[in-house]
């Protein structure tokens, strides 16, 4: 993507403003974190097909997303193929059995209890589509250079929330999934040693008899989350 010989600062006039009142600020806001209220990540998925084209899309808005020294430091695999999901599923299955059979400790389990998750995870073959996230710790030049990508952690992190917003904006469900450790999706998948596997996004639509812990609707007031100095 890059060309070493060739890195300069050159500003141009930004391209896309928004000229809102604040009337309309405002109302854009409230619009926004009505539609997100709505998103529940949902362990339940049908079998309704989602077209590639779509996952597509919503993955070309993750990449818009800004990063540090926009490096860009992010690979998605999207998988739909059932052979694939059931390898996915298995191998993610092996570690959430030792995750739940103690590997997790006692605190973290009992905090996991209103969830009312387990070691199966059969949405990872329901769901229409996987989105296995990666980080990219370094990239190479176009001569093959290696060079550092730098706020890996948080540019990818942003990224993600950019997908799941996408997602939900399409009329979608997903579910974030982080089987610890995934260093067997770098192999099944075929990725380099320079990518770390992060997340699997399972996407798709509910199930008809699809349901949602009740905790999941509780969240912490703006008193709790916000801090104002002026």
Same mark, same amino acid.
């Given at each position: 993507?890059?060309?070493?010989?060739?890195?300069?600062?050159?500003?141009?006039?930004?391209?896309?403003?928004?000229?809102?009142?604040?009337?309309?600020?405002?109302?854009?806001?409230?619009?926004?974190?009505?539609?997100?209220?709505?998103?529940?990540?949902?362990?339940?998925?049908?079998?309704?097909?989602?077209?590639?084209?779509?996952?597509?899309?919503?993955?070309?808005?993750?990449?818009?997303?800004?990063?540090?020294?926009?490096?860009?430091?992010?690979?998605?695999?999207?998988?739909?193929?059932?052979?694939?999901?059931?390898?996915?599923?298995?191998?993610?299955?092996?570690?959430?059995?030792?995750?739940?059979?103690?590997?997790? $400790?006692?605190?973290?389990?009992? *905090?996991?209890? @209103?969830?009312?998750?387990?070691?199966? &995870? %059969?949405?990872? #073959?329901?769901?229409?589509?996987?989105?296995?996230?990666?980080?990219?710790?370094?990239?190479?030049?176009?001569?093959?250079?290696?060079?550092?990508?730098?706020?890996?952690?948080?540019?990818?992190?942003?990224?993600?929330?950019?997908?799941?917003?996408?997602?939900?904006?399409?009329?979608?469900?997903?579910?974030?999934?982080?089987?610890?450790?995934?260093?067997?999706?770098?192999?099944?998948?075929?990725?380099?040693?320079?990518?770390?596997?992060?997340?699997?996004?399972?996407? $798709?639509?509910?199930?008809?008899? *699809?349901?949602? @812990?009740?905790?999941?609707?509780?969240? &912490? %007031?703006?008193? #709790?989350?916000?801090?104002?100095?002026?």
């Amino acid at each position: 993507m890059f060309a070493r010989e060739n890195i300069a600062f050159d500003p141009i006039a930004l391209p896309d403003r928004a000229d809102l009142t604040d009337a309309e600020i405002m109302a854009q806001a409230q619009a926004f974190y009505s539609a997100m209220c709505k998103r529940h990540t949902v362990r339940d998925f049908s079998h309704r097909p989602i077209d590639r084209a779509v996952i597509e899309k919503c993955i070309l808005t993750a990449g818009t997303a800004p990063s540090g020294a926009n490096h860009q430091p992010w690979h998605f695999v999207a998988i739909s193929d059932p052979a694939f999901k059931k390898r996915i599923r298995d191998a993610s299955e092996e570690e959430e059995r030792k995750f739940y059979e103690g590997g997790a $400790g006692d605190e973290w389990l009992k *905090a996991l209890e @209103p969830i009312g998750t387990n070691d199966n &995870k %059969p949405h990872l #073959e329901d769901a229409p589509w996987l989105i296995v996230i990666f980080a990219q710790r370094w990239g190479h030049f176009d001569d093959g250079t290696r060079y550092k990508n730098y706020y890996v952690p948080e540019s990818v992190g942003i990224a993600t929330g950019f997908l799941l917003a996408a997602l939900h904006n399409a009329g979608l469900t997903s579910l974030t999934h982080t089987p610890n450790p995934m260093k067997f999706l770098n192999d099944m998948l075929g990725r380099p040693q320079s990518e770390k596997p992060v997340m699997i996004l399972a996407v $798709g639509h509910p199930a008809a008899d *699809a349901t949602i @812990p009740r905790v999941a609707k509780i969240k &912490k %007031p703006l008193s #709790e989350i916000l801090t104002v100095s002026e």
